[in-house]
């Protein structure tokens, strides 16, 4: 979702952060909504 129309380079620090914030599937699950 993140790279549809976006370069690496840029979608870069965002993936790195979603996936610090949400290293599992489960982790992701339990997340609050807002």
Known sequence: M???QTQVTQA????ERFM????S???L??????
């Open 12 to 15: 870069e620090p965002f993936y």
């Open 29 to 34: 699950a339990r997340a609050p909504l807002d």
């Open 20 to 23: 610090a914030q949400f290293p």
């Open 25 to 27: 599937v489960e982790t």
């Open 2 to 4: 993140m790279l549809q």
